[in-house]
């Protein structure tokens, strides 16, 4: 009983939906600012990522994690999908992030045209019933399995930290301390579920909040790079630059374009 109460307090925020033509048949995508789910209506596309790809068509769904890396082509002259991008506050469930092709339900057709229709609506339950087809979307992303938790548990409280102070400067061996164990099994543990140190677990944080942020105009580059606790605008571009590929100006140009 006490394992699931940890998720009781996971909720999920609707971000943007659409249904659109793609304008470029491929693209590379270096970090996804945003969890997705897309439904494919018409056409054929090619994932690829760690050197894996698979292949969707007319009436399946992908679903894409927050941090996902990975590239796909259109392979068919015509496409259409809807694509719905939202938040959770706590993903850390999640298996490791790429595109995922997930099974399908009857009716998911109709969750994604309702989230697409009231996502624009200003009555709050017309938003309350978009967030419900997009809790039931929800149900289909993969998550860990049981053999996965026990290294995952061991980090818990490092990574509950991470989450709440990850605009705060600190090190490993407070987080170690947090955990009761040493630092190097802390770095062990990081890398065997993140494939990354608790410190670029941290920085890889700060620009996700930093994407979202200036994709959906919250902040404007030197606010964003203040509320996020970095010392300047030049340490901020510097970092995020190094995880999201490019510039914070030049994504803050690019975020109208479809993905």
Request: net charge positive.
């Amino acid at each position: 009983m006490e394992e699931s109460l940890e998720f009781k307090d996971i909720y999920i925020n609707l971000l943007f939906a659409m249904g659109y033509h793609p304008h470029n048949t491929t693209m590379t995508i270096k970090t996804r600012p945003q969890h997705t789910f897309l439904y494919i209506v018409e056409g054929e596309y090619e994932y690829y990522f760690e050197k894996q790809s698979f292949t969707a068509e007319a009436n399946n769904v992908i679903y894409i994690p927050k941090g996902a890396v990975y590239s796909y082509k259109i392979i068919s002259e015509k496409a259409y999908c809807y694509q719905v991008e939202f938040d959770i506050n706590n993903s850390t469930f999640l298996i490791d992030p790429h595109p995922q092709k997930v099974n399908s339900f009857k009716g998911i057709k109709e969750h994604f045209k309702t989230i697409i229709d009231l996502y624009n609506a200003k009555h709050p339950l017309d938003y309350f019933e978009a967030q419900s087809s997009l809790y039931k979307l929800c149900t289909l992303i993969p998550i860990k399995q049981e053999n996965q938790k026990e290294s995952f548990s061991k980090i818990q409280p490092a990574l509950d930290y991470i989450e709440a102070h990850y605009k705060d400067k600190f090190n490993i061996k407070l987080l170690s301390e947090l955990c009761f164990i040493s630092e190097s099994q802390l770095r062990r543990y990081f890398q065997k579920e993140y494939k990354m140190s608790p410190i670029a677990y941290k920085n890889r944080l700060r620009i996700e909040k930093a994407k979202s942020m200036l994709l959906y105009n919250v902040a404007d580059i030197g606010e964003t790079a203040e509320r996020l606790g970095f010392d300047s605008i030049y340490a901020f571009s510097k970092m995020f630059k190094m995880y999201a590929g490019l510039p914070p100006s030049q994504f803050a140009k690019n975020k109208n374009q479809p993905k």
